[in-house]
């Protein structure tokens, strides 16, 4: 299905794949709410930490891809669509803002915000998009959107044990509306079909956005550094180890999902984008915010314990399940060397958490490296040859 079936006056003109000056300003926002995440959970670094820091990076994940998806519809040249964009870029930036305190004080701000950006987005598509397919869609987005919006404000009203519940539910619907095709009693469904799809204009926001994700390791490496004093060989040896680590996440990421990777040309469906784009790159863009994190803690916190150990091992296992739903969506491939991949860290994580402070928290980082960096090297290989991966 073309995107321009029934030309509404704000779509984006056929062929025009190009990633605008005005999405690239929308996504200089996420370089904060990245760190923002980040730096959550490192002040927060225990169990329940981590599952606040999950939910608001669902949501704050939830709200680009949507917009995202939104962009590859429309027309950037167009005076509404970029105010749009500045609208949605001004409640990401309270989101940012409210992050750190959102199980506290800055709860109603985040909601608020979050709210506004998911309910008036398919709002502005559903009366833009009159007499095509997608006001269609976006109708029912809206409702689903509302659901959700609404969970969150209500959330926000409630104490911090209640607010993880009602927002963990508030993101199961926003997660779960795509897999059940936004069905809406009375109103039917929005088969995948139904959505047209500009597969490499939303490919190419979705490597950007993991760059910046990967960039956002880079800030915080240097933040780190810059505020250790004195400076000490083993913070540089780990700082080495940690930037050759992001060359090679950065490596094995382009060889699967770069432009003339084989994976980047297989299945261009809207069923495929939505498993690629919408769930795996989010399962890769938190693995490389938690690894950003294990840098973080290898450098400020050198000794060996749960905490370095599960962050350690829990970036790059996200970013495995996150290449393994993008190879199944684009592929079918069954990603083999990422199940191998995640076999030995998880065997090296136990082995990490049995010896506890006698194994230097340095060997649960070499074995981290030595699987990024094998996994970047079968990912180039497989380039080279029937992808097997």
Excluded at 50 to 63: G, P, R, S, Y
Excluded at 84 to 97: E, P, Q, V
Excluded at 234 to 239: F, G, H, M, S
């Amino acid at each position: 299905m073309t995107i321009r079936s029934g030309s509404p006056r704000l779509l984006r003109r056929d062929g025009d794949s190009e990633v605008a000056p005005i999405e690239l300003f929308f996504d200089l926002v996420y370089v904060f709410a990245i760190i923002q995440v980040s730096h959550t959970l490192l002040y927060h670094l225990t169990p329940r930490g981590a599952l606040e820091t999950a939910l608001l990076f669902a949501a704050v994940w939830w709200l680009w891809n949507y917009s995202a998806w939104a962009m590859n519809y429309l027309d950037p040249a167009r005076t509404s669509v970029r105010l749009l964009n500045a609208l949605l870029m001004l409640a990401a930036l309270g989101m940012a803002l409210a992050l750190p305190t959102a199980f506290s004080d800055g709860g109603l701000l985040f909601a608020a915000c979050y709210a506004t950006a998911q309910i008036g987005r398919p709002l502005f598509m559903w009366i833009a998009m009159r007499g095509h397919v997608l006001s269609r869609n976006y109708r029912n987005l809206l409702v689903w959107s509302s659901v959700a919006g609404g969970l969150f404000l209500l959330g926000a009203l409630l104490p911090p044990t209640a607010r993880l519940v009602v927002w963990g539910l508030a993101v199961a619907v926003d997660l779960a509306g795509p897999r059940v095709e936004f069905r809406v009693p009375g109103l039917g469904s929005t088969p995948m079909r139904s959505w047209p799809i500009d597969i490499v204009h939303l490919a190419e926001r979705n490597r950007l956005v993991f760059i910046i994700a990967l960039g956002e390791s880079i800030l915080i490496m240097g933040f780190t550094l810059s505020e250790l004093e004195p400076i000490t060989p083993y913070a540089v040896l780990i700082a080495g180890l940690g930037f050759t680590g992001l060359v090679a996440l950065w490596w094995s990421y382009f060889a699967l999902a770069g432009h003339d990777a084989p994976a980047s040309h297989g299945d261009d469906s809207a069923g495929a984008a939505r498993a690629a784009f919408a769930y795996a790159h989010g399962l890769m863009v938190a693995g490389a915010v938690l690894f950003a994190v294990g840098i973080e803690v290898h450098l400020t916190h050198p000794e060996n314990g749960p905490a370095l150990v599960l962050v350690s091992i829990g970036g790059p296992l996200l970013y495995l399940a996150g290449n393994t739903i993008y190879l199944r969506g684009r592929t079918g491939a069954a990603g083999r060397s990422r199940y191998l991949a995640a076999v030995i860290l998880v065997v090296g994580g136990a082995v990490a958490l049995l010896f506890g402070a006698a194994l230097p928290a340095i060997v649960i980082g070499l074995v981290v490296l030595a699987v990024l960096i094998g996994l970047a090297a079968v990912t180039q290989l497989s380039t080279r040859r029937a992808p097997a991966y």
